[in-house]
């Protein structure tokens, strides 16, 4: 097995602490958030969900619905989203504080395995930042969570970062476990997501993680994280 970072020493790896894959996304067009998650977040938010009205702002106690983006970078889509006046509360959360200069959402800088919202949300994004997170499985598991009635969670996740002891993937066992709770995962475009709030108990124990597992298919050096599966 690879030698393992705890979470502490993960944060410092330079692999880790940077902005660098967020840093110039744009909300919409070719570079855009837009493209990489299928789907127009504010047309989302601003429709209703679906564009079928089964989820809206009165399906929560918010008053006004809620984005939360995690690992948002240098928090520069939500920073378009604010100038469009979008009638939502915009949040974004990363480990590292070089967020760009502007008005409008909030954005902390906080490790994720740390960090709770309060509020839930009706739109959850994670734009390629799973793969830097050590337990991938445990920041999943509780992000589903924080989901309003209907909500919607979209992320990238390239399973063939979730190792085994062995160090092999932990492959179609794991896909089958989170469809199960009602993810879906797309292979294709390495992209996870769920409508409303979801349970997850994965019965594996997180161990560390490894820095230097390499690029991954976006390619750029990517994070693998290590578990022992409980049954």
Known sequence: MAHLLTDQALHASSVVANNAMNRDRNLTGVNSYERVLGFDPLAWLSEGGSGDGDRNASDSKEADPGWLDLCCGSGRALLQAAALQVRAELIGVDLVDAFAAGPGPTLIAAPLERWTPERAFDLITCVHGLHYIGDKLALLSRAVRWLTPGGRFV???????IRLVD???????LTARLRAAGLVYDTRHHRISCTGPRHLDLPYVYLGADDRAGPNYTGQPAVHSYYRATS
């Open 167 to 173: 160090g092999s993937p932990a492959g179609r066992r």
């Open 155 to 161: 992320a990238d996740l390239d399973l063939t970062s």
